[in-house]
Structure formats: structure tokens, C-alpha cells
């Protein structure tokens, strides 16, 4: 493991809950992703982060989802009124600056909506 | 056309065989090019970066042609270990994120 921490690393759901998952990035980056793998398909690139800065969220579905990075404390993918559809596995990754050169992943964030 | 697209296989090979993957991506503008690899269930590793010259690191080679957007990786010498499934992923543009491929999965046989 790089470094980069997630939790929970199971989460289940029942439709219309509220789903929140973490991300604390290695220590010394300030660069957060976070991409969204469906079972059997590639990663797809969901929002990009600064602390307190949105850069990039051009993957985020318009509604129900949200992300933000404050100046402390660690990223927080929301996902609200879950539906099935949502489950998937979520992954956060963090680079030392923004040119993405490298991404160091997390394990991810199983979520299962019932 | 798919931003990145790999043949998804699986390839299944005896060890000590060679087994090559290959990807092609459509913006021509991009500027970085990867592979990663992807155990089931667990997060991307970087595998290598792949350079305009070519780049070999002990058993994996990757070689990118800009020209026909295509970009490769080859295994020498198969290992169990290498069982895995392998991310194609480009960078899309100078300020763009990066772009995966959902992955060619190769199973290395006793």
C-alpha cells in the first residue's frame, strides 16, 4: 500500500441512504482523485481536488454526489439517496502535485446498495 | 471510438511464456502514457511508464507509436505472479486526467 488510506473498506447501503466515504491522501500530497470502478469495467475518473478546491469534477454525475477536500481532515466522496446502481468499488489516489504523473491509490471502498 | 481501448482477453499462458498487450487511444493530443496493474479486488499499482524511445524494465517492455496511437507492453518469461489484469491508461492532454482502459487480464498457468 502506498500510503493513500480509505474507509470504510465495505460499506452497505440500503436505497435512499446516505453513503460517505474517506480518503486520506499520503502525507506531502495535496492532490486527490477519485475514480469509480464498475464490476468488470475500467476506472472512470469521477472529481479531482485541491484542499478546499474543486479543480476538475467534469465525472461527477449531476446529481446526488458531492466531494470536497477541507484544509483538514480528509477527502469526503457523499453519494446521497443511494440506488442500486451506486454499487461499485471507489477509488481514491493522491499525487505530490497536479500533474498526475503518478497516481498512488488507495484499497478502495466497496459499496453495496441493498 | 473509445478514449482507450485494450482487448480485454484473458490471455492464459503457460510460465516462461511471452504474451504482448496491446492499446490504442484516440486523442491525439495526449501526453502521457501508462500501464498499471490491477489484482482482483484491489487498487491500480504503477506498472511502467511508457516513453516515445521505448522503455524496458527487467521482463516488461512498453513501446508507444504516436503515429498510429498505439501503445504496447510486452512480458518476457512469465511468472505466476503476473496473473493480474493489466490497465492501459493515457493522459489526456497536457492539463487532462488520466484515462483508463478497462484493462486486458492475463492468467499465467503452471
Known sequence: NAGVMQNPRHLVRRRGQEARLRCSPMKGHSHVYWYRQLPEEGLKFMVYLQKENIIDESGMPKERFSAEFPKEGPSILRIQQVVRGDSAAYFCASSPDGLNEKLFFGSGTQLSVL | ?110
Open chain 2, 1 to 110: 471510438r473509445k478514449e482507450v481501448e485494450q482487448d480485454p482477453g484473458p490471455f492464459n499462458v503457460p510460465e516462461g511464456a511471452t504474451v504482448a498487450f496491446n492499446c490504442t487511444y484516440s486523442n491525439s493530443a495526449s501526453q502521457s502514457f501508462f500501464w498499471y496493474r490491477q489484482d482482483c479486488r484491489k487498487e491500480p499499482k504503477l506498472l511502467m511508464s511508457v516513453y516515445s524511445s521505448g522503455n524496458e524494465d527487467g521482463r516488461f517492455t512498453a513501446q508507444l507509436n504516436r503515429a498510429s496511437q498505439y501503445i504496447s507492453l510486452l512480458i518476457r518469461d512469465s511468472k505466476l505472479s503476473d496473473s493480474a489484469t493489466y490497465l492501459c491508461v493515457v493522459r489526456g492532454g497536457s492539463q487532462g486526467n488520466l484515462i483508463f482502459g478497462k484493462g486486458t487480464k492475463l492468467s499465467v498457468k503452471p
